[in-house]
């Protein structure tokens, strides 16, 4: 697949089989994560991979945003000392190095067949109790991972010329 295909063609996946992803998969998602941009390059995520299933349910009740049953979570965190190396700006830049971490890994996802859903609503306090994230460090996002039983279909997108505007707002772009 090209990029471009690969872009337009994941979803948000909610319901997923029961079929077990490959650990090799599961490294390549975090690998892509990596890769992602940083600013500055302090590249201050922290990436927990949870693939007990035990612990899936147990997050689970503490997230309502998660549905149907994963075979893995990624719990996307920022570490707040490294993200103090970027001053005042330092927590929001570490929320969109973490965003585009997770785009990389859900692309990675789906070019290897495996469905995922970004997740944002989950209790914070409790998750970092579960999973004994440490003062330090802020989960900001969840990505949910697993062969989905169903691809839903693409959602309706605003056409390119309503959306983008050509030196200033307003001027729409044409083809």
Known sequence: MDVLE??????????FSDKAIPKESLYA??????????GSNIQPWEFILVDDPGLIKKVKLVSPGLYGLPKALIVLCFNKKR?????????????????MAAQNMMLMAYSLGIGSC???SFN??????LLSIPEE???VLMVS??????????????????????NVYGQNLRR
């Open 6 to 15: 690969i872009i337009k063609g994941r979803r948000s996946v909610r319901s």
């Open 137 to 139: 460090v802020e989960p």
């Open 29 to 38: 998602i975090l690998e892509a994560g990596i890769w992602a941009p940083s």
């Open 145 to 166: 991972l697993g062969y989905p039983s169903r691809w839903p279909e693409p959602p309706h997108r605003r056409p390119i010329e309503e959306v983008v505007h050509l």
């Open 83 to 99: 993200s103090e190396k970027a001053g005042r700006i330092g927590p929001s830049l570490a929320v969109m190095d973490i965003s």
């Open 124 to 129: 914070k306090i409790a998750l970092k109790e």
């Open 118 to 120: 970004p997740i944002a």
